[in-house]
């Protein structure tokens, strides 16, 4: 029994997991996505009445379980959480955990899919990210495309017979509690792991000589070839940095961060993946900018893939800062394919923050964001102020039309005769 607004560390979560590794089936379905909370479930299922996203049965279970919670408790609740350490490195450590045959599931059709129930299967399945700028209202329907992924991935295995245990996660919070009410301890707790998780690892760096040349970070960096063979490069750069960086190349003009990959996984013996950026002088600002102009992937030193970049630029003393970078068309800073090759690569990389010029004092400059000034919400005040002033200045025009009576009847003297010229 854990007290209210505990965290669950890795090893505490290990003692959790046992039962799924000591049951007579083994099989195992991992359902990661970028960001989730129980605030999720309770808002969205309560808030949008019959549109409620969640319906399929995992999902219903932990609905009605969390609901018979919240109603049988006198106040509200504090519930615990899982250390974002543990949830960032879930799919690692169930790997650590037994001899499971990893699968990774993208086609979302699991008929053909061959299951040996003799021995442990891990499925996993990355669900599509959820970005921070998007609305209720539009999360509501992401997760009812999330929730009909998980039921028809769940009831497929149901019908064939096979047994399986389900885990649901993200691989750190929506939202952080800002509650006041809860004592001081628990939330020095929250804030620390806030902390913790802007920056859990140090970023990667280059260096020539003594100094820093090229500095890189992301929370999540991973890659998908042909659409099935996902490529999860985080933990290999950032946390074991069992990766090689000694053809990276640094200039005042040109930067290369160059990354290279043995065995990432198993069909691809060496992957290189290079960042290439420019600093040039623009007459337009009169001053320097820092642009990655390209990203190039290089598989088994044959396929190349090359990539051009949209966005990504930033004064050059400056770094630059990105929530999500990748080849979807939803992200604010996108990849686009520059060959036949790159088209059978997907990226994603959330939270980037590159800097390859003017380093100083080995650590980030202040960061340049790829949000724009002009958020969708500054414009629809823009716009609403527009149409309010408008609708003022026809007022106070049509009001300064009006004209008065400038000769008035005397009801002692002769009636007023008006020509009708006037």
């Known amino acids: 029994a854990f007290h209210e607004g505990h965290i669950v560390s890795a090893q505490e979560l290990s003692v959790l997991l046992q039962p799924v590794f000591t049951q007579n089936s083994r099989n195992l379905i991992l359902f ?52 974002c350490e543990a949830t960032r490195y879930l799919l690692s450590f169930l790997q650590e955990s037994g001899d499971w045959k990893l699968t990774h599931i993208t086609n979302l059709d699991v008929s053909q899919l061959e299951v040996n129930t003799s021995k442990p299967n891990l499925l996993m399945v990355q669900l599509r990210p959820l970005l921070s700028q998007l609305t209720e209202f539009v999360k509501l329907y992401m997760f009812l495309f999330i929730d009909k992924i998980i039921g028809r991935l769940t009831m497929d295995l149901q ?47 280059v260096t020539t000589g003594n100094d820093i040349c090229i500095l890189f970070y992301a929370s999540n960096f991973s890659l998908k070839a042909n659409s099935s063979v996902f490529i999860d490069l985080t933990n290999a750069t950032f946390v074991t940095q069992n990766v090689d960086i000694s053809s990276s190349e640094c200039s005042d003009i040109n930067t290369t961060l160059s990354l290279k990959y043995t065995k990432p996984v198993n069909g691809i013996s060496s992957l290189e993946i290079r960042f290439l950026m420019t600093n040039k002088f623009y ?109 003022l200045a026809y ?28």
């Open 32 to 83: 990661l996505q970028d960001t989730l909370s129980i605030d999720d479930f309770t808002y969205l299922s309560e808030s949008y009445g019959n549109r409620n996203p969640f319906q399929n049965q995992v999902n219903k279970l932990f609905i009605n379980l969390l609901q018979e919670i919240l109603q049988s408790s006198p106040s509200s609740l504090v519930l615990p959480t899982v250390d």
């Open 283 to 391: 007459e337009g600002s009169a001053r320097n900018w820092s642009t990655l102009d390209s990203v190039e992937i290089v598989q088994d030193g044959e396929k190349f893939a090359k990539f051009n970049v949209s966005v990504i630029s930033a004064p050059a003393e400056y770094s630059f800062h990105c929530q999500l970078v990748g080849t979807s068309n939803l992200y604010p800073a996108r990849l686009i394919p520059s060959n036949n090759e790159a088209k059978n690569w997907d990226v994603f990389i959330s939270r980037l923050q590159i800097q390859g010029f003017n380093v100083e004092n080995n650590q980030f400059s202040y960061a340049s964001d790829c949000t724009g000034f002009f958020t969708p919400g500054i414009w629809m005040g823009l716009v609403t102020s527009i149409v309010l002033l408008w609708i």
């Open 395 to 422: 007022g106070i025009h049509m009001i300064m039309q009006l004209t008065t009576n400038n000769r008035f009847d005397d009801p002692k003297g002769p009636g007023l005769s008006v020509p009708q010229t006037e």
């Open 159 to 205: 019908e064939r017979g096979i047994n399986f245990s389900v885990i649901y996660t993200a691989v750190r919070p929506s939202r952080i509690s800002r509650r006041t009410d809860v004592m001081g301890e628990l939330r020095r707790q929250l804030m620390a792991t806030e902390e913790e998780d802007s920056l859990s690892y140090p970023p990667l760096n």
